[in-house]
C-alpha cells in the first residue's frame, strides 16, 4: 500500500500537469478534492504556501459563528489568488497579467484584507515591489507556468478544505481544531474563556496566571429542580475568584470554564463551579489530580436568580454588548433592540414595552423596530409604561350601543390623524392624544331597520358647549387660509401663473377685491415699471418704517451709487427689462424698494461678471442684459455674435475654403485644422500626417497622407501604403491611386487601368478584358464570367469614359445573347441577331441577305421545299462548281462550328487542333469541340498549362493513323469512301482552305500542298481528316483496330482497369480489356456528327 505521502506526490502531480497544459475543468477539480480529502495536516501537505500559518492569523473571534466567517473571508480571498494564478496558466494570458494594483477595489477588500495574501503573489512571481502594485520583474518575459500551477493548486486545495469546513463537511476536521480551539464548540456563541485566579485578594490584579481550555463539546441535559442545597459559605476559603470571559455576564449557576453546563462540582482547592465535562478535563492533569472537589446536588431556585438580575440593562444578540435599558440601538453594532425570549416569565412580572402602535398609521410594530412597517415613520415618544404591582384591572366592557346612548353610532367620531374609532362626549383621542376638531355635519346614513329594540333615550341635561380654545382657532383659520392658497394657485396655474406669483400678489394686495390673476394683470405692470424707474433714476430713500440697520445698509447703498456713478462718468441710466424687475419683485416679497436695489444689484454684479469674461464696454454689457431679461447666458449670445460674425461667414460662403498650408509657423493651428475638416481619429494622428507632408522630397498629397493616417497609426506602414509602384508605367503612386481586379492580387496605377480597358473595349473581344498583369481570369470559365463582369462593370463606370463605356455594355449584350438558342449569325457579313421564326429561310437585318436558318449556307432557290441533307445531296450531283471543288468542297462545308457562339468557319480541322473563336473568343478542339483551359476540371488530371481532354475517336488521335488503316475501319463498318477526284476537280495542289499563322496574323488560305495518287484529289492529311469525317459521321468506335500498346495506353488515359487476371491469357486479356473499354468509356458526345 502507497503511503500518505506517496498518495499526496501523485495526486499533486497530476493536477498540476492538468492545471498548465489546459485540461478539463472536471479534471483538474477532481484532483483538488482528491488532494484536499488526504487524511494529512496543513504543515505536511502543503509546500509552498504557509496554510497552517494563514489560517491561525486570519482566523479570529471568540466563537465558532465568529470564526467560521472569518475563515468564509479567507476563502473568498483564497477564491481570487486562485483566479490569477489561473490567468497566468492559461495561454491566452489577458493582456495586463504582468501587473497587480493595489487600488483595485476587489484586490483591497479581499486579498489585502487578509494575511499571507501577498506573499502568496510573490510566489506566483509578483515580487517587485510599485507605488500602485506589485509586478513581474522586467527581465521576465513569461512567468513560471510549473511554479505557478503548483502554487494554485494548493490554494484550490486549501480554499476548498475551508468550505468544506464551514460547512461541516470536512472529512478531517480534528486538523483544524487543534489550531483553532474555538472551532471544537459546535454550539453557536460558545466562547473559550480564561480563568484567572490570584493567590491572595491583594493580588488579583498583579499577578495571575491565565490559561485557555479548550475541549470537544458534548450535549447534555441540564436537570432543573426548584429545591436543593447551594455550596455552604463555610467551606469557601478567604479567597478571591475573578473570572474573566470574552462574552458579559455569564449565568452565575452555569459551569465557571464553559458556563454552559450546569455546575456540577465545586473545587475547594481552586474555588471553582465546574460540569462534569469540564471537571473531568481541567482535573485530568496530574498536577490537580488531589484538588478536593465536592458534589453538588441541585441548585437555587432559576426563577429567583433570573428575578435578582438586573432588569435596567439588555445585551445584545449579535455582538453581545450591554446596554442601557433606555438605548433603543445598541451602542456597539448599532443594531435594534430584538424583544428577549425567557425561559420562563414570572407571572406578576412588570410590565414592559413590547409592542407600540404607529402615531401615523396606528400600525401596531414590534417594540425593537425604531420606524413604521407600513409609513417608515420614527417611533413618537409615548407615555411611561405603568408598572402595577398586580394585574391592571380593566374597565368593564361597554353594552351594546343603543340610540341615543354614548355608544350609538350617531355618537361616534374619527380621529383625522390615526383613524381611530372614538366615542363622545371624548374630546381627546385615546390612541394618538390630539384634540378631536369640530366635525362638520354628517350626512344622514341609510342604514337597515336594527334588530336591537329601540330604548327610549333617557333625559340628559345638556351641557354648555365648551368654548373654543385659542390654539383651535389659530389651526383652524391657517387651513382655512392655506386651503383658500392651494385654490387660487391651481388656478393661477390654469392661467399660466406662478405659485410665487399668486402667493406675492395676496401679500401685496390685502384689501383688494380683486383675484390675484386679475391684480396680477391689472396692477403689476405698473408696480414692475416703478421698479425700473426707481432704478434708472437711482432715488433709492430709505422708509421711515425701516429699522436702524436697515436705515444704515440704504445709506450704504446710496454711496455706493453715487460712487458708481462717478466712475461712470454718467447718471446712473441703468435701464432694467420688466423680466428683471419681476424677478426682483418676487424675490423682495413684493416691496417695491426692496426690489429696486435688488435689481440694480444683481444687475451691476452680472455687469462684473461680464466684464471678467473681456467684454470691457459696461453700456453694450447693460443694453444686452436688458435684451436677454437678465439672463447672463443670453447676453453671451449677443455679445458673441458680432465676434462670431467672419466665421459664420466663410462657413456659408460660396467660395472654396482656403486650402491648408503646412508651411504655417502655428503647428497647433494646422492640427486643429486637420482635426476639424478632415475627421481624423486623434490628436496624434494630426501630428503624424503633419510630420509625414513635412518629409523632405515627400511626394504625397495632403488627402492620401490623410487617407493612409485614418486607417493605420504605423508610419512604416503608410509610407509603404503611400509609395506603390505600378507595374506597366513603374511611377509611384499612394494605396488610394491604385486599381486593382478582385480576381487577382495584381494592382496598377488608375490611368494605365483607365487605358488598358479603353483599348480592350473598342478595339479588341470582350474576352481580352482581363488583368494587364497576369492575364488573369480564365474566360473560358463560364461560372466565374458572370461574377468577375458584373464586379467589372462596377469598376468601369467609374474610370471610363461614357462612350467607351456604352460601347462596353453593347459588347456585354452581345455577349449575352450568343447563349441563347435562337440566336444567329450572319454568313454574308457576320452580324448576329435572334431569329423567332420557323423558317429555314433567313434575311439578315444588316446586309439584307438570305441564308439558311439551320445549314447556316447561302439560300439557294433550290434549297426551298428541300431539307439541308437533300440540297447538300442535290448540290453534290449538280452544281458543276461544287463538283469542281470535290472534297474540297466536302471539307469547307463541314467546316469548323464554334460551340459556343455557333458562328462557322469555312475551314478544315487539319494542323492545330487548338482553335480560337473571332467572334466570341472561345477556345475548343476543332476536332471534338472540347474546350481548351488552363484549369482542368477533371479529377486527377496531371496536366499543367493549356491543354484539352480528347475522346478516342477525336481527329486528335485518328490524324495519326494511315490512310489505309482508315479505310480498312470504315470497310469493315460498310461505309463507302472516295479514292479518285470528281471530274473536273484541279490536280496537283490541295486547294482545301485553312487558317495559317504567318507573324502573328492568322489569315484563311488554300494547303496549297502537293496530292498524291488514290487520296481523292487531297494532300495526305486533308484527306485523313476526310476519312475521319466519314467515321465521325457514322459513330465508327476505332477500338476494335487498337494494338495492343495502344489498347493498354488508352486504359491509362480513361482511367480504365487494366489488372490482369490469374492464368489469363493475353487474347483472352486483350479481348476483355477492349470489351472493357468500349462498355465504360464512351465516344465523344461533342464530336460532329454530320452526313
Known amino acids: 500500500m502507497p503511503s500518505l505521502s506517496e498518495d499526496l506526490q501523485e495526486v499533486r502531480s497530476r493536477a498540476e500537469v492538468c492545471l498548465y497544459s489546459g485540461g478539463r475543468v472536471v479534471e483538474v477539480r477532481a484532483g483538488v478534492m482528491a488532494m484536499a480529502n488526504l487524511s494529512l495536516p496543513p504543515c505536511s501537505k502543503y509546500r509552498h504556501i504557509t496554510a497552517e500559518t494563514m489560517v ?31 490567468n497566468l496558466t492559461n495561454p491566452n494570458r489577458p493582456k495586463y497579467w504582468r501587473t497587480v494594483k493595489h487600488n483595485n477595489p476587489v484586490f483591497r477588500a479581499t486579498v489585502d484584507a487578509i494575511q499571507g495574501g501577498r506573499a502568496v503573489l510573490c510566489l506566483y ?7 500602485d502594485g506589485l509586478s513581474f520583474p522586467d527581465d521576465v518575459t513569461d512567468p513560471d507556468v510549473g511554479k505557478v500551477a503548483a502554487v494554485t493548486l494548493e490554494v484550490m486545495s486549501l480554499r476548498m478544505e475551508l468550505e468544506m469546513l464551514i460547512k461541516e463537511a470536512h472529512p478531517h476536521p480534528e486538523f483544524y481544531e487543534r489550531i483553532i480551539p474555538t472551532l471544537r464548540h459546535k454550539d453557536v456563541g460558545l466562547n473559550t474563556d480564561a480563568v484567572v485566579y490570584q493567590s491572595s485578594p491583594s493580588s488579583c490584579h498583579s499577578k495571575g496566571q491565565t490559561k485557555s481550555l479548550a475541549f470537544p463539546l458534548q450535549h447534555h441535559s441540564s436537570r432543573k429542580s426548584s429545591h436543593g442545597r447551594s455550596l455552604s459559605s463555610n467551606h469557601q476559603s478567604p479567597k478571591s475568584i475573578q473570572v474573566f470571559s470574552t462574552s458579559s455576564n455569564k449565568h452565575p449557576e452555569n459551569c465557571t470554564i464553559c458556563e454552559i453546563f450546569r455546575i456540577s462540582t465545586h473545587c475547594l482547592t481552586c474555588l471553582q463551579g465546574l460540569c462534569s465535562e469540564c471537571d473531568r478535563l481541567y482535573h485530568s492533569y496530574p498536577e490537580r489530580a488531589n484538588h478536593r472537589r465536592m458534589a453538588v446536588t441541585s441548585s437555587s431556585s432559576s426563577s429567583q436568580n433570573r428575578s435578582s438580575q438586573s432588569s435596567s440593562t439588555w445585551r445584545c444578540p449579535h455582538c453581545t454588548k450591554v446596554n442601557s435599558v433606555q438605548d433603543v440601538l445598541c451602542e456597539e453594532c448599532e443594531l435594534p433592540r430584538m424583544e428577549s425570549v425567557s425561559s420562563k416569565v414570572d407571572e406578576f412580572q412588570p410590565a414592559t414595552i413590547t409592542e407600540w402602535q404607529c402615531k401615523s398609521c396606528t400600525m401596531v410594530n414590534a417594540a425593537s423596530s425604531v420606524l413604521c412597517e407600513v409609513c417608515e415613520r420614527p417611533r413618537l415618544a409615548t407615555k411611561p409604561p405603568v408598572t402595577p404591582s398586580h394585574p391592571p384591572i380593566l374597565p368593564p366592557r361597554p353594552p351594546a350601543p343603543v340610540l341615543g346612548m354614548p355608544g350609538d353610532p350617531d355618537s361616534q367620531w374619527v380621529c383625522q390623524f390615526c383613524t381611530y374609532l372614538n366615542y363622545s362626549p371624548a374630546t381627546v383621542c385615546e390612541m394618538c392624544d390630539l384634540s378631536h376638531p369640530e366635525p362638520a355635519p354628517l350626512p344622514v346614513k341609510l342604514r337597515p331597520p336594527s334588530p336591537v329594540r329601540r330604548v327610549p333615550a333617557l333625559s340628559i341635561k345638556p351641557k354648555q358647549p365648551a368654548s373654543e380654545d385659542l390654539d383651535s382657532l389659530r389651526q383652524r383659520l391657517m387651513k382655512e387660509e392655506g386651503l383658500k392658497l392651494i385654490r387660487l394657485i391651481r388656478d393661477g396655474e390654469k392661467k399660466g401663473v406662478s405659485p410665487e406669483e399668486v402667493y406675492t400678489s395676496m401679500r401685496v394686495a390685502k384689501d383688494s377685491s380683486l383675484p390675484p390673476c386679475k391684480w396680477l394683470k391689472a396692477e403689476l405692470p405698473v408696480l414692475l415699471d416703478q421698479i425700473r424707474t426707481l432704478v434708472a433714476t437711482s432715488s433709492l430713500k430709505c422708509d421711515d418704517n425701516l429699522t436702524e440697520s436697515n436705515r444704515t445698509s440704504c445709506d450704504a447703498l446710496a454711496e455706493t451709487d453715487a460712487k458708481e456713478t462717478e466712475s461712470t462718468g454718467t447718471e446712473s441710466g441703468v435701464q432694467l427689462s420688466r423680466a428683471e424687475a419681476k424677478q426682483a419683485w418676487l424675490a423682495a416679497g413684493g416691496s417695491t424698494e426692496k426690489a429696486a436695489r435688488q435689481a440694480l444689484r444683481d444687475r451691476l454684479a452680472k455687469v462684473k461678471d461680464l466684464c471678467a469674461l473681456g467684454f470691457s464696454d459696461e453700456a453694450l454689457c447693460h443694453e444686452v442684459l436688458r435684451q436677454s431679461g437678465g439672463e447672463v447666458r443670453g447676453a453671451l449670445v449677443l455679445l458673441q455674435r458680432p465676434l462670431l460674425e467672419p466665421f459664420h461667414k466663410r462657413i456659408w460662403s460660396d467660395k472654396p475654403e482656403q486650402p491648408v498650408d503646412i508651411h504655417h509657423p502655428d503647428k497647433q493651428r494646422i492640427c486643429r485644422r486637420l482635426l476639424a475638416v478632415y475627421d481624423l481619429p486623434s490628436w496624434g494622428r494630426c501630428e503624424l500626417a503633419l510630420s509625414l507632408l513635412l518629409e523632405h522630397s515627400a511626394p504625397y498629397s495632403l488627402e492620401d497622407v490623410v487617407m493612409a493616417v485614418r486607417e493605420s497609426h504605423d508610419r512604416e506602414f503608410i509610407k509603404r501604403v503611400l509609395a506603390k509602384e505600378c507595374p506597366i508605367c513603374l511611377s509611384v503612386f499612394p494605396h488610394s491611386k491604385m486599381q486593382s481586379l ?65 460601347l462596353f455594355h453593347k459588347k456585354l449584350t452581345e455577349q449575352a445573347l450568343i447563349k441563347d438558342p435562337k440566336f444567329l449569325w450572319c454568313c454574308h457579313c457576320s452580324y448576329g441577331f435572334i431569329y423567332d421564326g420557323d423558317q429555314l429561310k433567313v434575311t439578315c437585318f444588316q446586309c439584307r441577305n438570305s441564308f439558311c436558318a439551320q445549314c447556316k449556307k447561302p439560300w439557294e432557290s433550290q434549297h426551298a421545299g428541300l431539307s439541308c441533307e437533300q440540297y447538300q445531296s442535290w448540290k453534290r450531283e449538280n452544281d458543276p462548281e461544287y463538283q469542281r471543288q470535290g472534297l474540297a468542297g466536302y471539307l469547307r462545308d463541314n467546316g469548323i462550328t464554334c460551340p459556343n457562339c455557333r458562328f462557322q468557319y469555312a475551314l478544315s480541322k487539319g494542323g492545330c487542333m487548338h482553335f480560337c473563336c473571332s467572334q466570341c473568343r472561345y477556345q475548343f478542339c476543332s476536332g471534338c469541340n472540347n474546350p481548351f483551359h488552363t484549369t482542368c476540371a477533371v479529377e486527377e488530371c496531371s496536366v499543367s498549362g493549356l491543354h484539352a481532354h480528347h475522346p478516342r475517336d477525336c481527329l486528335f488521335y485518328l490524324r495519326d493513323w494511315e490512310p489505309s488503316r482508315l479505310q480498312a475501319l470504315l470497310q469493315s463498318n460498310g461505309v463507302a469512301f472516295n479514292t479518285e477526284p470528281s471530274p473536273g476537280t484541279q490536280t496537283g495542289l490541295c486547294g482545301v482552305i485553312e487558317q495559317k499563322d504567318e507573324g502573328g496574323q492568322q489569315p484563311d488560305s488554300a494547303c496549297g500542298a502537293h496530292t498524291q495518287p488514290g487520296h481523292a484529289g487531297l494532300c495526305e492529311k486533308h484527306y485523313r481528316e476526310y476519312l475521319v469525317s466519314l467515321i465521325n459521321s457514322h459513330s465508327i468506335d476505332p477500338a476494335p483496330l487498337y494494338s495492343s500498346n495502344e489498347l493498354l495506353l488508352a486504359c491509362k488515359r480513361y482511367k480504365v482497369d487494366d489488372s490482369r487476371r490469374d492464368g489469363e491469357d493475353s487474347f483472352t486479356y486483350y479481348s476483355r480489356l477492349l470489351e472493357k473499354l468500349m462498355d465504360e468509356v464512351a465516344l465523344g458526345d461533342k464530336v460532329p456528327r454530320k452526313k
Request: net charge negative; glycine share 4%; aromatic share 8%.
Open 56 to 86: 491561525t492569523e486570519n482566523s479570529f473571534g471568540s466563537n465558532r459563528k465568529e470564526t467560521l466567517a472569518s475563515l468564509q473571508q479567507l476563502s473568498t480571498a483564497l477564491n481570487i489568488l486562485e483566479k490569477y494564478g489561473c
Open 125 to 131: 512571481g509578483y515580487s517587485n515591489q510599485q507605488a
Open 742 to 806: 478582385t480576381s487577382c492580387q495584381c494592382s496598377v496605377c488608375c490611368g494605365c487601368f483607365r487605358q488598358h480597358f479603353t483599348i480592350a473595349v473598342r478595339d479588341k473581344h470582350i474576352r481580352d478584358m482581363v488583368c494587364p498583369v497576369c492575364w488573369e481570369p480564365d474566360i473560358n470559365d463560364p461560372e466565374h464570367l458572370n461574377s468577375y463582369f458584373s464586379t467589372l462593370d462596377i469598376q468601369l463606370r467609374e474610370c471610363l469614359e461614357s462612350e467607351v463605356y456604352e
